[in-house]
């Protein structure tokens, strides 16, 4: 299986970069140019924590990314369930960072795409794989050559 392959969820910092555009992170635009090429599930607390920390102008042209690639980007209106929430608490994660891996686990999402190398980094066994932008893209260009 490759990144190509997998449902895979971006976490909140690789659309704010890439929306952005953010020089030290050119990883995370290019991955939104490629949201054609992967399969994309949109968590509820992800699209949460987007809309307090986007402009409207970045939440305007987060939308018509959205618009642009219906079949490839899910959204996933649901809440994780309170237990699977707990459990990721109880192994020392805050709550957002609770409920987003509560939400992965659930929807069993293979590969999470993240710009925060701490996040989840000491929790062993996880139900999905973490990668950088950067990491995501060479297995996307891995694939095509």
């Known amino acids: 299986m490759t990144i190509r392959d997998e449902r895979v ?13 953010h020089p030290e992170l050119p ?20 699209l949460r924590e987007l809309q307090a920390n986007l402009t ?8 018509h990314l959205l618009k ?10 649901g809440k994780a369930e309170m237990e699977t929430v707990r459990k990721y608490q109880s192994l020392g994660c805050k709550l957002g960072d609770a409920a987003i ?12 795409i993240t ?12 139900p999905f794989r973490r990668l950088s932008a950067t990491e995501a893209l060479a297995e996307l260009e891995k694939v095509e050559g």
């Open 9 to 21: 969820v971006l976490d909140t910092n690789v659309w704010i970069f890439g929306l952005r555009h």
């Open 101 to 112: 891996a509560a939400q992965l686990e659930e929807l069993e999402v293979e590969t999470l």
């Open 115 to 126: 710009e925060n190398r701490h996040f989840l980094e000491e929790l062993k066994n996880l």
């Open 27 to 46: 990883a995370c635009a290019l991955l939104l140019e490629r949201l054609g090429q992967i399969q994309v599930i949109l968590p509820s607390q992800v």
């Open 68 to 77: 642009q690639f219906p079949k490839q980007i899910v959204i996933h209106c």
């Open 56 to 63: 409207e102008s970045e939440l305007r042209t987060l939308f």
